[in-house]
């Protein structure tokens, strides 16, 4: 197998699972400013030539973070991010979706609409006229899922999961492109800060390494 990687929040998620996990595949860099994503090599991949992008031993390929991910805790990590049980499991994939549908989808369409429209209006259709509202939106859906966390310590309460993967990733990103955690949010930020402790934190900070890892 071998992971597409590059920079951006989605391709964090898998880093941070794969450190969290243990996991080991090997791994290419894709320079996306380069558009090399956009190539035919790479898109007869991953039509939409989305990275991360996981191309498995028989030439499949699986696109998505979050499919990626649980791809690899079904195979090789023993359930390790999304749960030991069945209802452990659903849960993990609630508030992952929640996560998505709240803040991920509102906070990277108002950011191509705004500080990433130089680099995205060629490539896809972009909002700029909606960015601010867009933007809103995604505070608004920090401020549920602050409520939800509340004590902590995790999205699910005792247990680290996929879903706190998937929402630090891209809490960072929206503090690198204009939408910082407001500091009301007193949960998330001790959260916030809970998570960066973690040694996955700082191994998926840097897309480029671990590239030429063997499995």
Not at 7 to 30: D, K, T
Not at 111 to 132: H, I, K, N, T, Y
């Amino acid at each position: 197998m071998k992971l597409y990687q590059s920079i951006g929040p989605n391709p964090r998620v898998v880093l941070m699972y794969l450190a969290e996990s243990g996991v080991r595949v090997e791994r290419q860099f894709v320079d996306i400013m380069a558009a090399e994503n956009r190539q035919p090599e790479f898109c007869a991949k991953s039509p939409l030539g989305h990275t991360p992008l996981l191309e498995l031993d028989d030439g499949g390929c699986i696109a998505e973070s979050i499919a990626i991910c649980e791809y690899f805790d079904e195979t090789a990590a023993g359930h390790a991010l999304l749960g030991a049980t069945a209802e452990e499991r659903a849960r993990t994939r609630m508030f992952v979706r929640i996560v998505d549908q709240l803040v991920v989808v509102p906070m990277t369409a108002g950011f191509r609409g705004a500080e990433g429209l130089p680099m995205f209006q060629s490539r896809m259709l972009c909002l700029p006229d909606a960015a601010a509202d867009l933007k809103r939106l995604a505070a608004d859906g920090l401020v549920k899922v602050d409520n939800m966390i509340g004590a902590g310590p995790w999205a699910l309460g005792a247990r680290f999961s996929l879903a706190d993967v998937l929402l630090y990733s891209f809490v960072e990103f929206g503090a690198m492109v204009g939408q910082p955690l407001d500091p009301a949010l007193t949960h998330l930020a001790a959260w916030r800060d809970r998570v960066a402790a973690r040694s996955s934190a700082t191994a998926s900070a840097n897309p480029q390494q671990g590239i030429g890892e063997s499995a």
